[in-house]
Each structure stands twice: as structure tokens, then as C-alpha cells.
């Protein structure tokens, strides 16, 4: 049972540059959230999902954007990389509001 | 708006002293409330919870109960060991479902 995976693991982009951080989960879970982490900071919401072909905004939306084609995938893009947008991106998954979430193990992301 | 408020880090303790993490939360109605523990290098990991008033989650050692009179989730463990070093988040589940963390307590326990 491989949970929620997140690929990459480490990457630097240069400024302007764009990427898509991939996450995947195998639980059939319907609710995905993209979080970014910054040091001191604690996590703050990026985009959510709660079910295929519908995605919403969180906290701090500017600069990202996803996509929910199917119940497993939920990827995350960057379009044009900025130095504020290096952080460690946490892609979750939960059943039902109740259960809490399940993480991936990040991607450190780096922006040059 | 909805928030929740853990003491600042970094703690240290030596291996075998009592744990306590304070939370407090801010919250419209009941949330749901959670500790995750962050090991270095890893995701977050849900450690225990709480879904209603005097609930008392447990996992691991570790204990919080849900005290709705001082909207609190304070983190509780009796003997703490090297192993239980990582960070430690505080968080609720709001009414839109959605999980607000606190910014995260570093515990280092000492051999």
C-alpha cells in the first residue's frame, strides 16, 4: 500500500522556469489538498479537492495551479518559478473530514 | 478567523521527562482537533485526535484531550525517548473541512 506518493523529491528551478510536482494516492481517497511549508511557518493550504474534475483555492493560491482528472492524481504547477516559491510542497489525502489526513513526503523545492 | 496556537520551540528535554505541548485553538462551532508529528526528512503523520468535547486521544504514549471550556489540545506524554524527537503540529478541522495547522513545536530529547 504505497499511500500518497510525491515525485519529485528535490528539484531547482531557475527563476521563471516552470514544473509540475506530481502526487498520487491509491486509497480511492476523494478529498486532495496541496500544501507548501515554509521554515517556521507552519503549513499553509495551496489548492484542495474534494472530488475529480473539481479543485478550489486555499490560503495562498497565487502562482500555482492544479488540475483533478481522476480520483488518484492531483498535480500541482508552477508556471513561472519565483524565489518565494521555494519551500517543501506536501501533497495529503483524507477518506472524510474526520480521519485527518494522509502525507506524502514532500518535494524541496529551490528557486534560483 | 479560524487558528490555532502552539508554544514555541525548540524543546529539550533528557530521555525519560514528562512531555507537554500547549495548543490552543480559535474555532467557529466543534472542530475536529489533531496532533501530527513530522520526523526529519519525512511527511507529517497523524499522531492522534479528537472529534467532540472531552474526547481523549492516545497513540504512542502520547495523550490530549479536547477541553472545550479553554479550547485546548495540549500534548501530553509520561517518559519521553531519543525516538520521539521531530515536530510536533497542532490543528483543527474547520467547518469547510479544511485542516488549519499551527506553526509546529522542534522537540529534542536528550540520551
Known amino acids: 500500500n504505497a499511500g500518497v506518493t510525491q515525485t519529485p523529491k528535490f528539484r531547482i528551478l531557475k527563476i521563471g522556469q516552470s514544473m509540475t510536482l506530481q502526487c498520487t494516492q491509491d486509497?480511492?481517497?476523494?478529498?486532495m489538498y496541496w500544501y507548501r511549508q515554509d521554515p517556521g511557518m507552519g503549513l499553509k493550504l495551496i489548492y484542495y479537492s474534494v472530488g475529480a474534475g473539481i479543485t478550489d483555492k486555499g490560503e495562498v493560491p497565487n502562482g500555482y495551479n492544479v488540475s483533478r482528472s481522476t480520483t488518484e492524481d492531483f498535480p500541482l504547477r508552477l508556471e513561472l518559478a519565483a524565489p518565494s516559491q521555494t519551500s517543501v510542497y506536501f501533497c495529503a489525502s483524507s477518506l472524510d473530514s474526520n480521519y485527518g489526513y494522509t502525507f506524502g513526503s514532500g518535494t524541496r523545492l529551490t528557486v534560483v | 478567523g479560524d487558528s490555532v496556537t502552539q508554544m514555541e520551540g525548540p524543546v529539550t528535554l533528557s530521555e525519560e521527562a514528562f512531555l507537554t505541548i500547549n495548543c490552543t485553538y480559535t474555532a467557529t462551532g466543534y472542530p475536529s482537533l489533531f496532533w501530527y508529528v513530522q520526523y526529519p526528512g519525512e511527511g507529517l503523520q497523524l499522531l492522534l485526535k479528537a472529534t467532540k468535547a472531552d474526547d481523549k486521544g492516545s497513540n504512542k504514549g502520547f495523550e490530549a484531550t479536547y477541553r472545550k471550556e479553554t479550547t485546548s489540545f495540549h500534548l501530553e506524554k509520561g517518559s519521553v525517548q531519543v525516538s520521539d524527537s521531530a515536530v510536533y503540529f497542532c490543528?483543527?478541522?474547520?467547518?469547510?473541512?479544511?485542516?488549519?495547522f499551527g506553526k509546529g513545536t522542534r522537540l529534542h530529547i536528550l540520551p
Open positions: 486509497m480511492n481517497h476523494n478529498y
Open positions: 490543528a483543527l478541522m474547520n467547518r469547510d473541512d479544511k485542516i488549519i
